[in-house]
């Protein structure tokens, strides 16, 4: 089964740093971007970041750029969000997600991104 | 950066009912669009991408269509189980990316 499951959010105080990590698992995981999506409570969604193949692309919301990192492990099928600075406005459930730019299947060739595989989440809340 | 604007913000609607969700991009994405159902609790579940093309094991009483600024994600009869928050995205990734989701749509059922 395709599937990718995140892990690692907790409670931080504001400043501080906390790693995420998305497992991959079901697909050839150094085929694909993938991407982190947040969704704060009771809010909407907002795409964070997103990370090629071979990591030499990295792309980041203005919001959080200089205080978070993406970076993959292709050896072990992992996803990292690297977060520091960690401000009250970054609370929120993030997703992480397989993104389809530029990959081929059998039948379609996807040019833009196309967040297909998500996993169920995981909490992140920054509070004193 | 790209905005994305929705109509409406919420509906409520009868099971079997025709329903329709309007997106707009503030400049034109082509066909970069992609609509999302998100139930409470739950990650987003991908319906339509480019603008058109239905998901791998989506219903076909979802379908979407647009181009350039201005799109529709419709629901040709309503179930119970669509009772649900979508949400519309661009992914038009030149430059720079944003991929702003639109504010999304509650659809309730009556």
Redo the contacts between chains.
């Keep these: 089964e395709v599937q990718v499951m995140e892990s690692g959010g907790d409670l931080v105080q504001p400043g501080g740093s906390l790693r995420l990590s998305c497992a991959a698992s079901g697909f050839t995981f150094n085929n694909f971007w993938m ?1 982190w ?1 947040r969704q704060a409570p009771g809010k ?4 964070v970041a ?1 990370i090629n193949q071979d990591e030499s692309e990295k ?1 980041y ?1 203005d919001s959080v750029k200089g205080r978070f990192t993406l970076s993959r492990d292709n050896a072990k099928n992992l996803l990292y969000l690297q977060m520091n600075d960690l401000r009250a406005e970054d609370t929120a459930v993030y ?1 992480c997600a397989r993104d ?2 530029g990959y081929c299947s059998t039948t ?1 060739c ?7 595989v ?4 995981t909490m992140v809340t920054v509070s004193s | 950066d790209i905005q994305m604007t929705q109509s409406p913000s919420s509906l409520s609607a009868s099971v079997g009912d025709r329903v329709t969700i309007i997106c707009r991009a503030s400049q034109s994405i082509s066909s970069y669009l992609n609509w999302f159902q998100q139930k409470p609790g739950k990650a987003p579940r991908l319906l339509i991408y480019a603008a058109s093309t239905l998901q791998s094991g989506v219903p076909s009483r979802f379908s979407g269509s647009g181009f350039g600024t201005d799109f529709a994600l419709t629901i040709s009869t309503l179930k119970p189980e669509d009772s649900a928050t979508y949400y519309c995205q661009h992914s038009y990734n030149k430059p720079p990316p944003g991929f702003t989701f639109g504010p999304g749509t509650k659809v309730d059922i009556k």
């Design positions: 991407t999506v909407g969604l907002e795409w997103n792309n919301v997703y389809l730019r379609t996807y040019t833009g991104d196309v967040f297909d998500w996993g169920h989440g």
